[in-house]
T-cell receptor, first 115, second 114 residues
Framework: DAMVIQNPRYQVTQFGKPVTLSCSQTLNHNVMYWYQQKSSQAPKLLFHYYDKDFNNEADTPDNFQSRRPNTSFCFLDIRSPGLGDAAMYLC??????????????FGPGTRLTVT | AQKITQTQPGMFVQEKEAVTLDCTYDTSDQSYGLFWYKQPSSGEMIFLIYQGSYDEQNATEGRYSLNFQKARKSANLVISASQLGDSARYFCAMRATGGFKTIFGAGTRLFVKA
């Protein structure tokens, strides 16, 4: 089945220790997104890639970076995690179409704990 | 600016009954899409249903239907014959045609009682 895969599902890191979350897709979608979701809140878009074009949201902290080495993979790097970065991180994909906005497909998420 | 409002933080429904989850939106875009997603406690966001702003008919997908009232800027989700597995948080969302950013509402937590 075509899908969006996120690894690991649970990640524990220490305060200030860099961490990388990964996302892969078999849908061949041209857009990949990273969202941060804190408990009982709406997902907050951090950035997205449209093919190789990277688009950062204005309020995304510099501490968060992303890489997309190819169509299938996208990584979220947190350079110096703080306690406030503990959250669920959701990866999503979609195809961009000029006529109709197409639905996003989400991975299962990575729950990040910062100790 | 775009905004999604979901005024029901939590709702209860009896198993096998229908339930309506409210969603209103605000946008200056002429063309846009409206989405509903389900998020179980496991965390994954599951796409349920889509309505385009120029679609004249309300969208339906199995037990899900979207009550779209464009003039009132509302896009309520109706779940018929509720099941215990419908217990989850439901998000209404919107994206402009040609855009990349999806705006989500705060969500409604639905509890289905046996």
């Amino acid at each position: 089945d075509a899908m969006v895969i996120q690894n690991p599902r649970y990640q524990v890191t220490q305060f200030g220790k860099p961490v990388t979350l990964s996302c892969s897709q078999t849908l061949n979608h041209n857009v990949m997104y990273w969202y941060q979701q804190k408990s009982s809140q709406a997902p907050k878009l951090l950035f997205h890639y449209y093919d190789k074009d990277f688009n950062n949201e204005a309020d995304t902290p510099d501490n968060f970076q992303s890489r997309r080495p190819n169509t299938s993979f996208c990584f979220l790097d947190i350079r110096s995690p703080g306690l406030g970065d503990a959250a669920m991180y959701l990866c999503a994909t979609s195809n961009w179409a000029p006529i109709n906005p197409l639905e996003q497909y989400f991975g299962p998420g990575t729950r990040l704990t910062v100790t | 600016a775009q905004k999604i409002t979901q005024t029901q933080p939590g709702m209860f429904v009896q198993e096998k009954e229908a339930v309506t989850l409210d969603c209103t939106y605000d946008t200056s875009d002429q063309s846009y899409g409206l989405f509903w997603y389900k998020q179980p406690s496991s965390g994954e966001m599951i796409f349920l249903i889509y309505q385009g702003s120029y679609d004249e008919q309300n969208a339906t997908e199995g037990r899900y239907s979207l009550n779209f009232q464009k003039a009132r800027k509302s896009a309520n989700l109706v779940i018929s014959a509720s099941q215990l597995g419908d217990s989850a948080r439901y998000f209404c969302a919107m994206r402009a045609t040609g855009g990349f950013k999806t705006i989500f509402g705060a969500g409604t937590r639905l509890f289905v009682k046996a």
